[in-house]
C-alpha cells in the first residue's frame, strides 16, 4: 500500500510540474492576438482588446499597424497620454502609415488640437492626392467638431 501512495505522490509531482512548465512555455501566436484583439475591437470591448493588443505589441514591437490600434483602444477607454506615446511610436515605424494619422489627427480633436488635427489632414492630403478614406474619415471628424463650437 505504502508503494502505492509513494507512486502517486510521484506521478502528481510529475504531472503539477508539467502544467507549471506548460504554463510558462506557451507560444505566443501573433497572428492569434490580432485576431483576437481586432474581435474585441470590433465588439467595442476595449478593456479586453487593451491586455491583448499589450500582448501582441510585445511580440511584435515593429508593427506599425499594432502600435496603431493599441494607441487607438487606449483613447477609446480616454487614456490620451498613452494613446498618444503610441500614435507616435506607429509614425515612428511608419510616418506614412495614414490610419495611424488619421486616429492621431481624431486624438487631436478629442484633446481639443485642431492645429494640430489640421497637420495630420494635410499630411493626408500629401498622400492622397486624389481623396482616401482616412483623409475623408478626418476631414469629417474635425467638421464636427467644428461645428459644435458654432
Known sequence: MKVFKIIG???LVVFSI????AKYDKKVNPTELYEKATKHLNNE???????VLGKYTKSKPKDADG?????????????????EA???????????NKIALEYQGELFVETERLGL?????????????TSCDELEQLR???????EKSL
Request: glycine content about 0%; aromatic content about 12%; some cysteine.
Open 9 to 11: 505522490l510521484v506521478v
Open 18 to 21: 508539467s502544467l507549471h512548465a
Open 45 to 51: 470591448e476595449y478593456r479586453k482588446a487593451l491586455r
Open 67 to 83: 502600435w496603431t490600434l493599441y494607441a487607438f483602444t487606449q483613447r477609446k477607454l480616454k487614456n490620451y497620454k498613452k494613446a
Open 86 to 96: 503610441n500614435y507616435e511610436k506607429a509614425l515612428e515605424l511608419d510616418p506614412k
Open 117 to 129: 488635427a489640421q497637420v495630420n489632414l494635410n499630411k493626408l492630403k500629401e498622400l492622397c492626392p
Open 140 to 146: 469629417k471628424y474635425i467638421n464636427r467638431e467644428a
